[in-house]
């Protein structure tokens, strides 16, 4: 046999999903079934994203490691066999609620669970456990928009699609910072604009983002006033005579109140502009082009549902589209981009509290039917907490156990110190996680190792309604185990066993579209979701299932791209509903002892808590510490200097982070991103600080607002240490862990003097390697100490402290760790390491900007000066930045600006 064929034999192909956005993009992966070895590339043939990944999808197969992950279920500290684990749930789970009742046990879970796990959770905890304490991180992600849609259609339907991104004329990005959280959704729009030189891009973002930079107009609008921004829209339309009313007629009610609400909120343009705090040419301009294209296209996020108005916020915007006829047509309509991979999957098994499943309610019609379906005489009758008045409910001892499934509340619930307190009194925590440290499960008293993206397998729905198939690409590693069966598993074991005696994901999913189209034929209240057309699916034809949009039914066995086509909706009357809304602000305003805003979000190259992403060295090098964005203005106001630390604090929490000087923002905001933990950062957890206020409908945290104070840390020192080992650096006040490519880096300060590093050193490396010798320069009175320590010609560590936060680069240093460099140090490298300045012909390529071909800040920067580039093509053809995933061409962008400034050309 040729070595050719041989490698045949072992390489196989699996078509999947990838596990982070809600874009849903597939995966062609290479699987080595011989070594384990995986290559991930874009599936060519997904309608999500027709080949393109994003720098996190591409980077999947580095984060397929072992040392970090949860590998055996553990009770109470010890490693113990399935059986164990399971029957201590269940037994712990059966005395509580014998003895308080079944609100004494709650679950928490996540759009980050299979639609198969999220419905057997659903499933248990509201069928026969008979609580609806079942809520998930969705709460804190789209409850908005699901309440915002069940209140106009009836029904939580997203209307629009994908290919809509093609066929419009007007795109508005809303609260949506789309160029790093939906990279392949804003690489498709990018390409359609240049496509279609009509097609016109609006920013609604209070910051400058990444995602300005395919934007004909970016209105800055204060935090919290879109409700005013789209009323004064619709009051606009209504004045111009721009509004469609035979659609209003015929298709709509409510609008007579509604639209007078809109008028008394917003009259006009001038009344808006100061509502928001826009220029109001700005305004009319955005006005004006919305009157003007029939082609509209709403996308909207975060900046929109995480709010005390998220649910007025989308009807606003829905309102819009309703009243112009702009729905249910191609190029049109509103389309709420949603996070995370499954958030739409959560949605149809109803993983909310106040949701039954297969997009059901608590009507007493809905539980009686479901009720019937699960053959179960113990359903929930009336809904349960949401996801903060469940914490609330442990914190008050109300809620007695908890069972918390791939997400990570104390760090991304708001008030997430006391969610850390609650759970810390609780009398049971049940933790699924698939990693083997989380600031959620340390917590924890049962720990169960879940199956990981790459291992787990079934189906996940996207923002545009499309279910796609996850397919594992490797065997379970250790004792890991899908969620599906941890849960059904517990179910039997808690008595069950009827309801849960699945043998596989398959049986899950079909039951799951039967209850789909389960007496789906009352017009009186049609239920949108309903893929019965796959209620006896084969198990060959589910492996081999294809990206379809549901409804899939025998009317529509291929799936559908848009809803409302007929302009009917999945109300009594078929209309949808306009509701009277008012522009309300925020509910926690800055004060004399809060002066500053504090908005939250997410990063580029990170997802979430960091329990994956970080594990990719290039993913890290991005933005490698946690830090606060603060205009010049601010800072200076409050004595903050670029590059040095600060410390925020509000009425909830603290926290300590670097200062970025930046005028994206407006004067009285700063914004932090959302992704430290205490697993890499001392002090850089923001939910710590976050204001628990919620939207009084949807009851989604306010996360984009919280008033707080910031001021200058006043460190002693700072310094960093790149070590080939990890290190545990307790009792210093800064420290931030970021995992380079063969080396651990952490980034240290502190108020107090720390004496002796070097025996602190020798201790920690101990375990990993004897006899090391060391290099050390000191200079007492300048407080500099450099040190780095060698085992034989190995470099081990390399310490660098200084009173100043201007430190040597750490790009170089960090190289000399490769994994791949087999010669010691050279005598210029040792000598570097005492002078901290690199050997002279070094790249120090600085921060890394383009992720996918590892091109740092400085990199591109010089090929700018030497080639004496003006565009990103030229960037990208010099040295490859850009050229991939296409997401940091608006960060070239800026440098080529900034270059052009510098030099004055
Ligand atoms: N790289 C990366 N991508 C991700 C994720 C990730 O962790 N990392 N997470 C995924 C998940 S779960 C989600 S939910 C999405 C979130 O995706 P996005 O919503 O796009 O992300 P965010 O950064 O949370 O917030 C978006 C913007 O809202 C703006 N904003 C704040 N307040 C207001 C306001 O009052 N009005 C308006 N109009 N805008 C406002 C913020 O300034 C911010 O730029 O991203 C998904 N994609
Ligand atoms: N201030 C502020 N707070 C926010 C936000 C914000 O913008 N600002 N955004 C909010 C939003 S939109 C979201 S979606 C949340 C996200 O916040 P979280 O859901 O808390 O964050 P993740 O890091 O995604 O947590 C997922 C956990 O599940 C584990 N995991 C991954 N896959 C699986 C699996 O298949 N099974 C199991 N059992 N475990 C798994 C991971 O290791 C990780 O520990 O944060 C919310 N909090
Ligand atoms: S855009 Fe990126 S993170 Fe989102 S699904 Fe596609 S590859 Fe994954
Ligand atoms: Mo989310």
Request: hydrophobic share 35%; with cysteine.
């Amino acid at each position: 046999m040729t070595n050719k064929t041989k490698q045949k034999l072992i390489v196989t192909t699996v078509k999947t999903t990838c596990c982070y956005c809600g874009v849903g993009c597939g995966i062609t992966a290479k699987v080595n079934s011989d070594t384990g070895e995986v290559i991930v590339i874009g599936d060519d043939d997904h309608p999500a994203n027709f080949g393109r990944l994003c720098s996190k999808g591409s980077s999947l197969a580095e984060t397929l490691e072992l040392s970090s992950r949860l590998l055996v279920p553990q009770v109470y500290g010890k490693p113990v066999d399935w059986a164990t684990a399971l029957e201590t749930v269940a037994n712990k789970f059966n005395q509580l609620i014998d003895q308080y009742g079944p609100d004494a046990i709650a679950f928490y879970g996540s759009g980050q669970l299979l639609t198969e796990d999220y419905y057997v959770a659903n499933k248990l905890m509201k069928g026969f456990i008979g609580s609806a304490n079942i809520d998930t991180n969705s709460r804190l992600c789209m409850s908005s928009t699901v309440a915002g849609h069940k209140r106009t259609f009836g029904s939580d339907t997203v209307p629009a699609c994908y290919d809509d991104y093609e066929q419009a004329e007007l795109i508005i990005l809303i609260g949506s910072n789309t160029a790093w959280c939906h990279p392949v959704s804003f690489q498709r729009i990018k390409a359609a604009k240049e496509n279609n030189p009509r097609l016109k891009v609006v920013v609604i973002d209070p910051r400058k983002t990444p995602t300005c930079d395919i934007a004909d107009l970016h209105i800055p609008v204060k935090i919290g006033t879109d409700v005013a921004l789209f009323n004064g829209l619709l009051s606009y339309l209504y004045q111009e005579n721009a509004l469609d009313q035979e659609f209003i007629q015929q298709h709509t009610q409510g609008f007579e109140e509604t639209i007078m609400a809109a008028q008394n909120d917003a009259l006009n343009v001038a009344t808006v502009a100061q509502k928001c705090q826009v220029a109001p040419h700005i305004l009319e301009t955005f006005y004006r082009w919305y009157k003007e294209t029939d082609k509209t296209l709403s996308l909207y996020s975060q900046g929109v549902n995480q709010s005390s108005s998220g649910t007025d916020k989308v009807s606003a915007i829905l309102h819009c589209h309703l009243a112009t006829g702009r729905i249910g047509k191609p190029g049109c309509g509103p389309l709420s981009l949603t996070g995370q991979p499954n958030a739409m999957g959560g949605r149809e098994v109803g993983g909310l509290a106040h949701q039954l499943a297969a997009h059901m309610d608590f009507y007493a019609e809905d539980i009686e039917r479901v009720k019937r379906f699960w053959q179960s005489d113990n359903i929930a009758d009336k809904p349960g907490h949401t996801a903060t008045e469940l914490f609330d409910a442990v914190a008050d001892g109300k809620i007695k156990a908890i069972w918390i499934m791939a997400t990570n509340p104390v760090v991304s619930m708001p008030n997430a110190d006391k969610v850390k307190q609650a759970l810390e009194q609780c009398e049971f925590v049940v933790v699924s996680d698939c990693v083997a440290h989380t600031d959620t499960l340390d917590l924890a008293h049962i720990k169960l190792p879940a199956a990981p993206w790459s291992e787990k397998d079934g189906t996940v729905t996207n923002s545009e309604r499309r279910i796609s198939r996850q397919r594992a690409l490797l065997p379970l590693a250790g004792d890991a185990k899908p969620d599906w069966w941890i849960i059904a598993q517990v179910a039997q074991k808690m008595g069950f066993t009827d309801g849960f005696n699945y043998q596989s994901n398959v049986e899950i999913f079909r039951e799951h579209a039967r209850l789909s189209g389960f007496e789906n034929n009352n017009k009186q209240r049609l239920r949108d979701f309903d893929i019965s057309l796959l209620a006896d699916i084969s198990e060959d034809d589910y492996n081999n299932l294809q990206p379809t949009q549901w409804p899939i039914t025998a009317k529509r066995p291929q799936g559908t791209a848009r809803l409302f086509d007929q302009g009917k909706f999945f109300t009594p009357t078929e209309k949808a509903n306009f509701t009277p809304i008012q522009f309300k602000p925020p509910a926690n305003l800055p004060n004399q002892q809060w002066p500053l805003i504090l908005n939250t979000g997410r990063l580029r190259d990170q997802w979430h808590t960091m329990t994956r992403t970080a594990l990719a060295p290039r993913l890290n090098q991005h933005k490698p510490e946690p830090f606060v964005e603060i205009t010049s203005a601010d800072a200076l106001d409050y004595g903050l200097n670029q590059g040095e630390l600060a410390q925020i604090e509000s009425a909830w929490g603290k926290m300590l982070v670097r200062v970025v000087i930046t005028e994206t923002l407006p004067q009285g905001v700063i914004f932090v991103p959302m992704h430290w933990t205490a697993q890499f950062s001392s002090q850089g957890r923001m939910g710590a600080l976050v204001n628990p206020v919620i939207d009084p409908i949807s009851k989604q945290p306010e996360s984009k607002h919280t008033p707080v104070k910031i001021k200058a840390y006043d460190a002693q020192w700072h310094g960093f240490i790149i070590s080939r080992h990890p290190l545990v650096l307790d009792g210093i006040d800064y420290t931030v862990l970021v995992k380079g490519n063969g080396y651990f880096h952490y980034e240290v300060a502190s108020s107090k003097n720390i004496r002796n590093w070097q025996y602190h050193l020798a201790n920690q490396l101990s375990p990993y390697t004897k006899e090391l010798n060391w290099q050390t320069y000191q200079d007492d009175k300048k407080l500099l100490f450099r040190t780095a320590c060698f085992s034989a010609k190995e470099l081990q560590a390399v310490l660098i402290i200084s009173p100043h936060s201007r430190l040597p680069e750490r790009g170089w240093i960090g190289s000399l760790f490769d994994p791949l460099r087999t010669e010691p140090l050279k005598d210029d490298e040792r000598m570097a390491l005492l002078t901290g300045k690199p050997p002279l012909g070094t790249p120090d390529v600085g921060n890394i900007i383009c992720a996918c071909f590892n091109v740092g800040e400085k990199t591109i920067l010089s090929a700018i000066k030497d080639g004496k580039l003006t565009t990103p093509q030229a960037v990208g053809k010099s040295c490859k930045a850009g050229t991939n995933c296409g997401s940091c061409v608006p960060e070239i962008k800026e440098l080529l600006i900034s270059h052009l400034t510098v030099t004055g050309s």
